[in-house]
């Protein structure tokens, strides 16, 4: 009697458990296949909170020489970027709404850093792409390691102190620029 | 007898304790350089040195390795200068400073203590 019990509720409870791993791997499938692999977000670094690593050096766009000091007074978006990573390719426009946004008002202002790419590509990419700030070449990687960037895109805030208030990696997107600016300046 | 056989271990001892914490310079900067890359994490690879990937990561940081071991800085200057740029986290080698410090001194303390005991144990059973 007992035996037969037991054997009516076996495969019950082998259907419960195949439904609820079923539903576990659907999730998971959903979640993953609904991310954005390449939004913005802010992540943990060592610099945020200091000053930020100095920069001098030419620009390789004709935008004359560029000093991180001297951007003193206003928000700076440093960019890590290279003309191969798809990412950076995507985040193009964004940046180039966000300097054009800023541009009149002066408050804030973007810089590119070259990340193991040809100067060439570079200059090629943003005579087809747009943008008109300042692009430093860094051809042995001293600010990006300065700054610890690990893969591009990667993006630091600077604040008009000139402190490092956030590290963004992936792709930047205008509307997150400028929710963090904001943020930011609200001091929160 | 016996107590010479003890001053033969305490020297072996003595010895291998010295060979093992001298700190040998590699001859060349390029050496200092290799030497220095196997203590760093390449910050986008999993489970590689900075020395053993060819991620650009860690190609600049090979060069500023070398850069900065030309401009005379020592290997602590440089592995602090990487990690106050990417964290501690790429360091394989703890400080030796603050609480993570303690990797260097405990398994000395644990050493000597082992070596307490067993000097109190042989004692004690020498008296059986």
């Given amino acids: ?18 439904i609820a791993i079923g539903v576990a791997i659907a999730l998971l499938v959903t979640v993953l296949a609904t991310r954005d692999p390449a939004s913005s977000r802010l992540v943990r670094s060592p610099l945020v909170g200091r000053t930020a690593p100095d920069m001098d ?12 000091s ?27 709404r966000f300097a054009a946004a800023h541009t009149g008002a002066g408050d804030a202002a973007v810089v590119s850093v070259v990340f193991s790419d040809e100067t060439s590509d570079v200059r090629k990419f943003f005579a087809r792409r747009g943008g008109d700030w300042p ?19 990667e993006s630091y805030l600077v604040a008009p102190s000139g402190l490092v208030v956030g590290k963004i990696t992936g792709g930047v997107k205008f509307a997150f620029l400028q929710a963090q600016l904001a943020r930011f300046e609200a001091g929160r | 007898m016996r107590k010479l056989a003890w001053a033969a271990l305490g020297a072996v001892v003595a010895v291998a304790l010295v060979i093992g914490v001298t700190d040998r ?27 053993d990937s060819q991620a650009p990561v860690a190609v600049n940081i090979r060069r500023q390795i ?11 200057e440089i592995r602090d200068a990487l990690a106050t740029a990417y964290g501690e986290r790429v360091i394989l080698t703890p400080p030796k400073s603050g ?7 405990l398994p000395v303390a ?17 008296h059986w």
């Fill in chain 1, 1 to 18: 009697m007992n035996e037969a019990v037991a054997s009516r509720a076996r495969p019950r409870t082998a259907l419960w458990v195949a």
């Fill in chain 2, 110 to 126: 644990a050493l000597v203590a082992a070596a307490a005991g067993l000097v109190l144990a042989f004692r004690r059973w020498s």
């Fill in chain 1, 70 to 96: 001297d951007q003193r007074g206003k928000w700076l978006l440093v960019n890590f970027f290279a003309t191969w990573c798809v990412p950076c390719q995507q985040e193009h426009d964004d940046l180039v």
């Fill in chain 2, 25 to 51: 310079s590699p001859a060349t900067d390029e050496e200092r350089a290799h030497r220095i890359g196997r203590t760093v994490m390449c910050p986008a690879c999993s489970g590689e040195t900075v020395t």
């Fill in chain 1, 135 to 153: 692009v430093v070449a860094d051809e042995n990687g001293t600010y990006a390691t300065a700054w610890g960037v690990a893969r591009v895109p």
């Fill in chain 1, 57 to 68: 050096a030419p620009t390789i766009n004709d935008a004359g020489r560029f000093s991180l």
């Fill in chain 2, 66 to 76: 070398s850069q900065r071991i030309s401009a005379g800085e020592s290997d602590d």
């Fill in chain 2, 99 to 105: 609480v993570a410090g303690l990797v260097w001194v």
